[in-house]
């Protein structure tokens, strides 16, 4: 008889209903992949779990019997929906604290504490409803952390099952705000538990505390967050939890991800017929109202405008390449303050630098295949996607030597990287590519090895199929 695994998936946002950032790339394919490495043997039956924000898109939602869950002396409704994706059970958690607050991140910390509270704990009643145990509950950063505290706390129930809860971490410093008088109004305890003290009332630290398997990113930033750098604080508790932490690398979709398929880019192109992809770049150069030529280096930025990634850097580095001869395309949204700056590079260079503030997943597509450079200089990068993307399609990614970035880009082999987190190493590794890339042999070279390099999620998804093994064994 073949077994079933039951994996109860949840994050705050995911691809196709919603997307911010990576988190929504991750938690839109990593289910689905997990799904599919079903065989005779074992069934994994992972099933995903979103709040119904208002700016949710999702067709074909069935909604579910209602439910409620106590709040002190009155009861919170809960609506619950489902839909499927490819096969996969998709379920929505709705209600008044979802509902009033509009998007899916805000300033406003405990309007999201409340928010995300009592998604966590609605999503951890709706299996009853359903009619399906979970034999793990997987969370996602500090939106959902708290459903792995619950799990922890339902097993302390008399005859309870035990269920596995993995907490994977995106982005650590993003903790949540305080919960603690939420936590009460619930009717849920807070433990006493070996976090630092600031830590004790905070959704993440509680999440990573009550799971059994803490998952990084990538296994740079495994390593990176037991550093007094990296650590937020929480070092030497994750430290204490060493044996339970690991780093799986996160994929891309590579289907979707295809310069050969790709109906976003003028000109599709495969290791085959790379020569193909200077078209690109020329009609990008065009679009952008740039000088089209194909012997001036196009360098790009494509990313939240935040200071985790280092754009600021990014800015310093190109106003610092007066005499350089470049171009370079700035794309994304973010921070107002880093907005400005792109802006104020754009008039201080009009003929050569072009700030694009917003998001456009297209002419994203266009600059992975039209650029010949994107820079990452982050200050941290749990995983990053976007020098995975721009691999697959030949632009040769410059990053700093942090996190995921460092396990996926190798240094003159597929990109160019740098350790220092000061504008003059980023401009020194820059001019390393700008001085290789007149060798068309060598550029080629470094262009194949990184449209070569797998990274889809099939391996990265085996490994959480391990890890879930082993925890429900
Ligand atoms: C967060 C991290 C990024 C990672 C993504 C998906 O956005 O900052 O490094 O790639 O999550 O895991």
Not at 150 to 156: A, D, I, M, S
Not at 311 to 316: I, K, M, P, R, S
Not at 393 to 403: E, L, T, W
């Amino acid at each position: 008889m073949s077994k079933t695994i039951n994996v109860f998936f949840l994050a705050a946002e995911a691809d196709p209903f919603i997307k911010v950032g990576g988190l929504g790339d991750v938690a839109g394919v990593l289910p689905r992949e997990l799904r599919a490495l079903s065989n005779d043997d074992l069934k994994l039956d992972v099933r995903l779990v979103l709040p119904y924000h208002p700016v949710v898109k999702a067709e074909n939602l069935r909604p579910l019997e209602p439910f409620s869950i106590q709040r002190g002396d009155s009861e919170v409704q809960v609506e619950a929906f489902e839909t499927v994706l490819d096969d996969m059970p998709v379920y929505f958690i709705g209600g008044e604290p979802i509902r009033a607050n509009g998007s899916v991140y805000s300033l406003d910390a405990s309007r999201d504490s409340e928010k995300y509270a009592f998604f966590s704990l609605a999503a951890m009643e709706l299996p009853r409803y359903i009619n399906w145990q979970p034999d793990v509950v997987h969370a996602n950063d500090w939106h959902t952390a708290l459903s792995i505290y619950v799990n922890l706390t339902k097993r302390w129930e008399a005859g309870a099952k035990h269920v596995a809860g993995v907490v994977s971490l995106h982005n650590l410093p993003f903790m949540g705000a305080d919960v603690g008088g939420i936590l009460e109004s619930y009717g849920i305890k807070l433990a006493q538990t070996d976090l630092p003290e600031w830590a004790r009332v905070l959704p993440l630290p509680l999440g990573l505390w009550a799971s059994d398997a803490i998952v990084a990113v990538s296994p740079g930033y495994a390593g990176e967050v037991l550093t007094e750098e990296f650590g937020c604080g929480l070092q030497e508790f994750l430290g204490q939890r060493r044996e339970t932490l690991s780093g799986i690398l996160n994929g891309i979709d590579t289907v979707s991800f295809d310069p050969a398929t790709d109906k976003a880019i003028s000109v599709n192109y495969n290791l085959d017929t790379l020569k193909r992809r200077a078209e690109n770049k020329e009609l990008l150069q065009e679009k952008l109202g740039l000088a089209r030529n194909p012997d001036i280096p196009l360098l790009a930025i494509i990313s939240r405008m935040d200071v985790q990634k280092g754009v600021d850097l990014a800015f310093t580095a190109l106003k610092n390449m007066k005499r350089i001869d470049f171009q370079a395309v700035i794309l994304g949204t973010g921070d107002p303050k880093l907005e400005e700056t792109a802006r104020e590079l754009q008039n201080l260079f009009p003929e050569k630098i072009k700030a694009e503030l917003r998001f456009d997943a297209k002419l994203a597509r266009q600059i992975y295949a039209g650029a010949d450079m994107i820079l990452m200089p982050s200050r941290y990068e749990p995983c990053g996607l976007a020098q995975m993307i721009a691999m697959r399609y030949g632009c040769v990614p410059v990053v700093r030597a942090v996190g995921g970035l460092k396990d996926t880009v190798k240094q003159d082999e597929t990109g160019f990287v740098f350790e220092k987190m000061h504008h003059m190493s980023l401009v020194s590794a820059i001019k390393t590519g700008l001085k290789t890339l007149p060798d068309h042999e060598k550029w080629e070279s470094i262009q194949r090895a990184g449209m070569a390099t797998d990274f889809s999620w099939e391996s990265s998804a085996r490994e959480y199929l391990k890890l879930y093994q082993s925890l429900v064994k």
